[in-house]
């Protein structure tokens, strides 16, 4: 089946609601779609459709490459994003396909992006979620966090705070992430990666 040419993209930041989660390395998919919204101009409104922010915009230069978008942060906890994200694809009508999933990557060193269509969830419950709720066939912009330190149990490692030192770079990389999501969305997985995959 063809994807209808002025169908939207939908771009998901994955994270925890509420300011105690906002700089967990869990939350990296909120800030970079944050930081989408401001480039757009608008602002995140609850949606009444599903338990989520959203905001509608376009990203892209004027002409044939600007793409309409909509951005998502799902307002259920992390390992629950699967049923919000389908309810807002299907609302809006948006192929599998233009789904993209931005979030935390254990298995990438700290700041370096993995673009993908498709795969696993490596043990990441917002996109064991997704899948459970879609199928694997989305698109997601990995963002490395690495691995944790000693003995440190993964689930403490991701909902702890940037450590300091990374602080330093991550608005810069954040900045990166987002490039890289628009990217993809007005020039294609090909050209996203090879501009990004670090």
Request: charged letters at 25%.
């Amino acid at each position: 089946m063809s994807t209808p040419a002025n169908a939207p993209w939908l771009v998901v930041g994955l994270g925890n609601p509420g300011p105690e989660y906002a700089m967990n390395r869990h939350n990296v998919g909120f800030m970079a779609v944050d930081l989408l919204a401001e480039r757009i101009g608008g602002k995140f409104k609850r949606s009444g459709k599903a338990q989520a922010q959203v905001l509608e915009g376009r990203i892209g230069p004027v002409g044939p490459a600007n793409r309409r978008v909509i951005l998502a942060k799902p307002m259920s906890y992390m390992n629950l994003s699967g049923g919000p994200v389908n309810a807002l694809r299907d609302f809006y009508k948006v192929p599998l396909s233009q789904v993209v999933a931005v979030h935390d990557e254990l298995d990438v060193d700290y700041g370096a992006l993995r673009l993908k269509l498709g795969g696993g969830d490596n043990g990441h419950n917002g996109l064991k979620s997704m899948t459970k709720a879609m199928g694997p066939d989305y698109h997601r912009v990995r963002f490395g966090i690495g691995r944790p330190p000693g003995r440190m149990q993964v689930a403490d490692f991701v909902l702890k705070d940037f450590a300091s030192a990374e602080r330093k770079e991550l608005d810069y990389l954040v900045d990166r992430t987002a490039d890289a999501v628009e990217c993809l969305v007005t020039e294609g997985l090909e050209r996203a990666q090879s501009a990004y995959n670090s």
